[in-house]
């Protein structure tokens, strides 16, 4: 018989960390796809000759290990006496950091959208807004949407970094409770299974939509 | 009316147009022909300011389209392109389509809009498609569908790039026939093509370009039955 010394207040325990990891990477992906089309529309508006200097601090984000950045980017804020909580923390780190990858994601899919068909949409008299609004904006999209969907979900992932700053989220949780009751499988199936509670709607999201979009390509 | 004057082109170290000299009057059909790379399609881009220009002029109804202030988008409500590859927007419908730029460029209402729409639409055989996708027709029902999009902009000059070229040959005619109604209405036309028939029936006048020159312009029968420029006679002896 499976006995247990887990209680329904733990498991409340890791459901509040949960919320914690789907808070930290809502906002963090928020500002960081906001962050991403802004830089990716520099990216291409200004060529690389001029977007050379934000190519390489993106780079720098994309290159370190995320942990490092979080450790850092803590320490600054203490040195500049900034006074940020680690949640106000480590939203500013995983925002920058899922800016940097969503950034090339904005970059590619704009590039993927045909010339040609811009180069119409110009041609009806449209201005350059109209063009990415109207024209661009959703072709780019559809084009962009496997792969940020893709991102939003690492990013839940290694949100869970954001413990070394204190932060109780949905693995912090569980490494508490494991250490409480010693039931480390356990406790880590049952963090595992919500990490796919809270992903696969995601990741199914993403599939619904390139279906949607898909009889008309 | 259309003015260009010692108009030249390059492409880096390219010459693409090197000196072209040319009047279209309100309602003409001008046609012009001539082997690949001789900048026909080049000339078409400039017109509407999606090329610029190196030197020379260009002017449309008294404005220079080149020339600094000049606002293309505005310019480019009455100068209306079709291009080879049509270029449909594929997340629009048909109707969405034609639809798209009145509303936003001419700020048209939705039922205005849709009004002019299904009626340039209707205008070139597409009625039965308004709510179809465009990766749903067939090319020449989606180069119908190009040309019903840039009438919908109630344009004083329509410019035409090869737009049978990328066609089977099949559905070339559908086109053809298209441009043969617009003709007849007296819609000022610049139409590159390579198709020799159509081009002596509707044209007012043909242009033959080679290397970037205007080699040689006359009233079709005349250039057809009676070519001066020696690359005329040997681009039409080897087009028969």
């Known amino acids: ?40 529309l520099i990216r291409v508006q200004c060529g690389p000759y001029w977007s050379a200097p934000l190519t390489f601090a993106l780079d720098v984000f994309r290159s370190v290990p995320l942990l490092i950045q979080l450790v850092l980017g803590n320490a600054l804020q203490s ?9 106000t923390t480590s939203c500013v780190v995983l925002s ?15 590039g993927a959208v045909p010339p040609t068909t811009r180069r119409a949409a110009r041609s009806l008299g449209m201005t350059w807004w109209q063009d990415m609004r109207y024209i661009v904006a959703p ?79 | 009316m259309i003015e260009i004057e010692n108009v030249h082109k390059s492409f880096g170290e390219l010459k693409v147009l090197k000196g072209i000299d040319l009047t279209v009057s309100k309602g003409e059909v001008l046609t012009v022909i001539g082997g690949s790379g001789s900048g026909k399609s080049t000339l078409l881009t400039c017109i509407n300011g999606l090329e610029p220009i190196d030197s020379g002029r260009i002017v449309v109804d008294g404005t220079d389209v080149h020339a600094r202030g000049t606002d293309l988008n505005k310019l480019r409500r009455k100068i209306g392109i079709v291009f080879q590859q049509w270029n449909a927007f594929p997340h629009l419908t048909v109707l969405e389509n034609v639809m798209l730029a009145p509303r936003k460029v001419l700020g ?14 209707t205008h070139v055989g597409l009625a039965e498609k308004l709510s179809v996708y465009p990766s749903r027709m067939s090319g020449g029902q989606q180069q119908r569908m190009a040309i019903a999009r840039a009438l919908a ?13 990328a066609l089977d040959p099949m559905l070339v005619g559908e086109v053809l026939d298209t441009l043969r109604m ?7 036309m610049i139409c590159v093509t390579h198709e020799m028939k159509f081009a002596r029936e509707v ?35 080897a087009t028969h």
């Open chain 1, 1 to 40: 018989m499976f006995n247990t010394a887990l209680t329904w207040n733990d498991l409340l325990f890791l459901a509040q960390g949960a919320g914690m990891t789907l808070m930290v990477t809502a906002v963090s992906v928020a500002a960081g796809t906001v962050l991403g089309i802004v830089f990716g």
């Open chain 2, 153 to 165: 902009m109630s344009p004083e000059y329509m410019l035409f790039d090869e737009v049978t070229s």
């Open chain 1, 139 to 217: 072709l780019a999209t559809r084009v962009s949407l496997p792969s940020w969907i893709g991102l939003t979900l690492g990013v839940m992932k290694d949100s869970a970094l954001v413990l070394w700053l204190g932060l109780i989220e949905l693995l912090r949780a569980s490494q508490i409770l494991v250490t409480r009751l010693q039931e480390p499988l356990f406790i880590l199936l049952i963090c595992g299974a919500i990490y796919f509670i809270i992903s696969f709607p995601i990741a199914r999201l993403g599939g619904y939509l390139e279906k949607r979009w898909s009889p008309n390509d």
């Open chain 2, 182 to 188: 617009l003709a007849s209405e007296g819609m000022t």
């Open chain 1, 96 to 110: 920058l950091y899922t800016a940097a990858y969503c950034t090339e994601i904005v970059r590619g899919g704009i």
């Open chain 2, 203 to 237: 044209s007012d006048r043909v242009a033959f370009f080679h290397q970037g020159i205007m080699a040689e312009i006359a009233a079709p029968e005349q250039l057809f039955d009676a070519p001066q420029h020696p690359e005329t006679k040997k681009f039409l002896a």
């Open chain 1, 79 to 87: 040195i500049m006496k900034l006074g940020w909580p680690p949640f």
């Open chain 2, 108 to 121: 048209l209402s939705k039922a205005e809009a849709e009004e002019t729409a299904v009626k340039q639409l």
